[in-house]
């Protein structure tokens, strides 16, 4: 007699849901590269390093540099934790978004690590590179670097939404709320409560000022979204 066993290969999904543990001895413990997975339910811890630790980075593809092809990602009931560093310069991230990524972050506890070297930051959320993040609902602390730390960051184009967190840092020479670098607008804003922000609500980059208006931020002190400087970014830094 003969006795015949058949697996079935594991069907492919982009969820990764409930009990998922990832846990990295490297500088990223979870990359998403050119695709829209959603991520639930998971805890997420970066591992430590010298110079840049990164709990989850997001970045498309680089041909993808029209907002047409933005990814979306969704990420959601995590807790995200981003390691620490130890040399000069060195940085933490809890979340780093780039180039056209759009991604959907809601529900999460994110933090980022410490950065203790000479000049170190720390961000619980970054995102550069014409990236329009819609954040809510999410406990966001900004982590603790030597000379810089901010729950929130914003560059180089997107239109954020930003609703009904907690954003707050640890312990650096300078905490912000939100820092607002060359091009970045806020689409939305409200029902957030910050702490442990220094007295500056938002920080804009672009010409050392405090901004207290989503106006100030949008009109006033930033430079036309049509700027040949801007329309002409084709691939990232």
């Given at each position: ?7 079935r290969?594991?069907p492919?999904?982009?969820?990764f849901?409930y009990?998922?543990?990832?846990r990295?001895?490297?500088t990223t ?8 997975p959603t ?5 997420i811890?970066?591992g430590?390093d ?6 989850i980075h997001i970045?498309?593809e680089?041909?993808?540099?029209t ?15 981003g390691g620490?560093?130890t ?5 933490s ?8 990524s759009?991604?959907?972050?809601s529900n999460?506890?994110?933090?980022a ?13 970054y995102?550069v590179?014409?990236c329009?993040?819609?954040i809510?609902?999410n406990?966001?602390n900004?982590?603790?670097g030597?000379?810089e730390a901010s729950a929130?960051y914003?560059g180089y184009?997107?239109?954020p ?5 907690t954003l707050f ?14 091009f970045?607008?806020i689409?939305t ?7 442990n ?7 804009n980059y672009?010409?050392?000022t405090?901004l207290t208006?989503i106006?100030?931020?949008n009109?006033e002190y930033?430079p036309?979204?049509?700027d040949?400087?801007?329309l002409?970014?084709?691939?990232p830094?």
């Open positions: 007699s003969f006795f015949f066993l058949m697996i290969r594991p492919r999904s982009t969820l849901p009990t998922t543990l990832f990295s001895d490297s413990a979870l990359r998403i590269y050119g695709s829209s991520i639930k339910n998971n805890t811890t970066a430590n010298s110079l840049r630790s990164t709990a970045i498309n680089p041909e993808n540099d907002l047409g092809g933005a990814i979306t990602p969704v990420i959601t009931n995590n807790t995200i934790t620490n560093t040399a000069d310069g060195g940085t991230y809890g979340i780093y978004i780039d180039w056209y759009n991604p959907a972050i999460n506890v994110i933090a690590g410490s950065s203790t070297g000479s000049g170190g930051k720390s961000y619980g959320i995102s590179n014409q329009s993040p819609v809510q609902n406990s966001i900004g982590g603790s030597t000379s929130l914003f184009g997107g239109y939404e930003i609703e009904d967190n840092n640890g312990n650096a020479l300078t905490t912000y709320g939100i820092i607002l670098w060359t970045a607008r689409e804003l409200t029902g957030n409560n910050l702490y922000c220094d007295t500056a609500f938002i920080y672009y010409d050392n405090y208006t106006d100030e931020v009109e930033l036309d979204e049509t040949p400087a801007v002409n970014r084709s691939t830094p």
